[in-house]
């Protein structure tokens, strides 16, 4: 890793992760379109298979261009080690798969992006895993639902569709205590806002999809190791305290100390589930990141401005930005997120569902699509679209009841943005 601990966050954005081209000097990390990199000599392929040389074999498991963009994520975040795959969602799995078995479960937050509480209420079960779905406003409720079998304490930092700030130090504290690890999805904060590591999170996933690399390009993932969990304590974590069988019997937590989950995600994770990322999407998101301060910035700023206007509105029943004082989560917010709560966040409308579908049909300017985090200022009724597979409850829990639509607010101009809203509000009432 090139970067220095003592740069700031506007510094590693662009530089952490990224020495000029050792081999021809180019001062952008080149796009290594390659999948199989030439050993030396029998020796260094063997210390390469056994771990104990660190270097390039193939790029289902490691790559330059996404090495870069792993480390640079890393830096971000503060943690020892972090590993890119395919998706958002790949890197859910990524991080739950070193820690779970059959039999296993994860508390998570009902306060979850929709196709998270999909895939961990549904999907996981294939594999013999489960998950108890808990308020995590509800600091006993956490505490009650972690049992013997418990591997992973789970929620987002800011939870997507917004206005939902969790208290990740009270979460941390209780998921410490039952010495189980925290799992924090800071996608729609990002580290620039929030920092999951130093409150206590254990690993830290995000959809790199999203405002990482910020202008609607590609999709992936990260999953980020804070380095401190002690693996060995317990006798929960055999994949990284005891002989690992897939990796022949090496006992990652003895021998790679804070970089044993990052090492098993890349030798047993990747190797064996495939949910890479390739060279060509962490080069779009190496080129977002560059800029992430500035437009984090310029997201809070405009958020704020828009949900204040909404919340005037009177053809607007409620919004729910964490960061207006009117929000249940302002004075959280201020503390967990104190350069803002983000992009997101929803408007409920007094014309009720078919007021939400006139909406998102009549903005010009704000498109309607199922992405956020995008420069461009996106919106998206989640009760008919991501959260459609959800019950009615689980749409209420996760704030996406059917009178509700997400908005993303990108870095255009506040007063166009307003423009538009005021328009599609006029067509949703007429
Ligand atoms: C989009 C999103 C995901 C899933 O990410 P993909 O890259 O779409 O797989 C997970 N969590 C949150 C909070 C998201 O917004």
Not at 256 to 268: D, E, K
Request: with cysteine.
């Amino acid at each position: 890793m090139t970067d220095a601990p003592e740069y700031g966050f506007d510094t590693k954005q662009i530089h952490a992760g990224a020495a000029p081209d050792p081999a021809t000097g180019a001062r952008q990390t080149p796009i290594y379109q390659s999948t199989a990199f030439v050993f030396r000599d029998s020796e260094h392929a063997a210390k390469l298979f056994n771990l104990e040389e660190v270097g390039y074999i193939y790029s289902r498991l490691t790559n330059p261009t996404v090495s870069a963009l792993q480390d640079r994520i890393c830096a971000l975040e503060g943690g020892a080690g972090a590993v890119c795959c395919s998706s958002g969602h790949a890197a859910q799995i990524m991080a739950l798969f070193p820690l779970m078995g059959p039999g296993c479960n994860v508390v998570a937050s009902t306060r979850l992006y929709g196709g998270t509480v999909t895939q961990l209420s549904q999907t996981i079960k294939r594999f013999g895993w489960s998950a108890k779905f808990v308020d995590f406003d509800d600091l006993d409720a956490v505490k009650a639902a972690i049992d013997d079998d418990t591997r992973a304490v789970f929620c987002e930092s800011v939870a997507n569709p917004g206005g939902y700030v969790t208290d990740i130090p009270a979460i941390a504290a209780i998921s410490d205590a039952a010495q189980v690890p925290l799992i924090v999805d800071n996608t729609s904060a990002t580290p620039y806002l929030c920092r999951p590591i130093e409150m206590g999170a254990t690993l830290v996933v995000h959809s790199t999809t999203k405002y990482l690399t910020g202008n609607g390009t590609v999709t992936g993932g990260v999953v980020v190791d804070s380095g401190k969990f002690d693996w060995m304590a317990t006798d929960k974590f055999p994949s990284l305290s005891q002989p690992e069988p897939a990796y022949h019997g090496l006992v990652f937590g003895e021998a790679l100390g804070p970089m044993a989950f990052t090492f098993h995600s890349i030798a047993v994770g990747l190797r064996d589930l495939g949910m890479t990322m390739n060279p060509q999407g962490a080069h779009y998101t190496l080129m977002g990141i560059e800029t992430l301060s500035l437009r984090m910035e310029k997201h809070v700023a405009n958020a704020q401005k828009v949900a204040a206007w909404l919340e005037n509105d009177p053809r607007v029943d409620y919004v729910t930005y964490a960061g207006l004082p009117s929000s249940p989560y302002y004075e959280r917010g201020k503390k967990i997120c104190p350069k803002g709560t983000g992009g997101l966040f929803t408007v409920a409308l007094k014309s009720g569902y078919d007021g939400c579908v006139k909406f998102v049909d009549a903005v010009q300017l704000f498109s309607h699509v199922a992405n956020l985090g995008d420069a461009r200022s996106l919106v998206i009724h989640s009760a008919s679209t991501t959260h459609r597979q959800l019950t009615s409850e689980q749409q209420e829990a996760a704030g996406a009841s059917p009178n509700v639509v997400r908005i993303s607010i990108g870095i255009e101009d506040a007063d166009d943005l307003i423009a538009d809203l005021d328009q599609a509000l006029a067509a949703a009432s007429a």
